[in-house]
């Protein structure tokens, strides 16, 4: 393997490195916008009221009294413009087991 083979590998690999950190500190930010801003919010308090309501307070997989709402679907640019049709009411144990 010649110098210019090596810097050139060695030079991708760097630049790949690079885009992981991005992305993971982009991540983060995400997951806490999410977790410590969205989640409190008027407007999500709101949106999970009425999907509650609409499953009628049960835990659409198992029946038992939900005190959740779950995500069934996250799209990146729409959050907290999640449509109603992608969340359903759980239990803390349901809730518990679809993220695992």
Same mark, same amino acid.
């Given at each position: 393997?010649?110098? @210019?083979?090596?810097?050139? &590998?060695?030079?991708? &690999?760097? *630049?790949?490195?690079?885009? !992981?950190?991005?992305?993971?500190?982009?991540?983060?930010?995400?997951?806490?916008?999410? !977790?410590? &801003?969205?989640?409190?919010?008027?407007?999500? @308090?709101?949106?999970?009221?009425? =999907?509650?309501?609409?499953?009628?307070? @049960?835990? *659409?997989?198992?029946?038992?009294? +939900?005190?959740? =709402?779950?995500?069934?679907?996250? +799209?990146?640019?729409?959050?907290?413009?999640?449509?109603?049709?992608?969340? =359903?009411? =759980?239990?803390?144990?349901?809730?518990?087991?679809?993220?695992?």
């Amino acid at each position: 393997m010649d110098f @210019q083979s090596l810097v050139l &590998i060695l030079s991708l &690999i760097a *630049v790949w490195l690079f885009k !992981r950190l991005i992305w993971s500190i982009k991540r983060k930010r995400r997951r806490d916008y999410y !977790r410590n &801003i969205y989640l409190k919010s008027d407007a999500w @308090q709101r949106k999970r009221y009425i =999907v509650l309501r609409r499953d009628n307070w @049960q835990c *659409v997989y198992c029946g038992a009294p +939900a005190t959740e =709402v779950h995500h069934k679907r996250y +799209a990146k640019r729409k959050l907290g413009k999640e449509p109603i049709k992608w969340l =359903v009411s =759980v239990c803390s144990i349901c809730h518990e087991s679809l993220h695992k």
